[in-house]
């Protein structure tokens, strides 16, 4: 009788057993782990430094204007109205710059300004006849070169691929010498002078916050007036004409104070939504 109970408990224990699993919630597959994230957020303020090299063309024109008329030159004159000629120069830049920029997926943009240092100088004997002053010769000099504008770009992982444009300025100096000069140095002029400026480059993202970039810009600063003041004993004001170009190119380093440029927490669906 014992024995019949026993198996008899034991077969409902089997039987019972299935319905019961069949009522235990059964827990759902665990999702296989999404990618992370790691496209570099260019939204913010940056700043850095960068050198490089540049190079200046400066071509000097005669106008016949009224300091150039007391000077000795005038309508019919041979001396006035014509090209003086021009001279190139290229040298070392090194400097500063500074930005903010604004990113809505993989479209970057934003303002850059930056001032840079340098050493261009080059002169070239005075194409102007020897009637006027014999053995003169035209010198130019660029100290510090600055850019402001506007860029835009596209972001493609950690690199940022740019456009900009804007304005420009230049300290220079302009002078001229001849040995009939009692001081050699016959005129003289130091003027910062404004022009154009378009360029593009490209940057790359190498840690949380830093990035380094190389960039070429071209600078247009037309043909302005330049009205040289005497120097020397009996020597008179003259204007000039001068048509000055300049092409850099730039090797920086920057820093942004974006606080989390690079987000590696975020699933790669969640990509493009960036914060403004």
Partial sequence: MK????????????IATPA????????????PPQPLDITYRWGGFYVGIHGGGDWFSKDWFAPITP???????????PQCGVPAGGHTSSSWLAGFQLGFNQQLGWLVWGVHVDQSWTSLESSNASAIPAGLAAGLVNHSRTSSVGTAGARIGAAWGQALFYVKAGGAWAF??????????????????RDTRLGGMVGAGVEYAFGRNWSVKVEYEH???IRQREPLDPICTGCLAFDYDIQQRMDLVRVGLNYSFN????NSSRPLSDRWNWPM
């Fill in 20 to 31: 019961m699993a069949a009522d235990l919630p059964v827990s759902a597959a665990a999702a």
């Fill in 3 to 14: 024995k019949h109970c026993v198996t008899t408990v034991a077969l409902a224990a089997l």
């Fill in 67 to 77: 300091n150039n008329i007391a000077a000795g030159c005038g309508p019919g004159a």
């Fill in 172 to 189: 220079d100096q302009f002078w001229t010498t001849a040995p009939i000069c009692d001081t050699f140095t016959c005129q003289r002029l």
């Fill in 259 to 262: 606080s989390n440029p690079v």
């Fill in 219 to 221: 600078l247009d600063f």
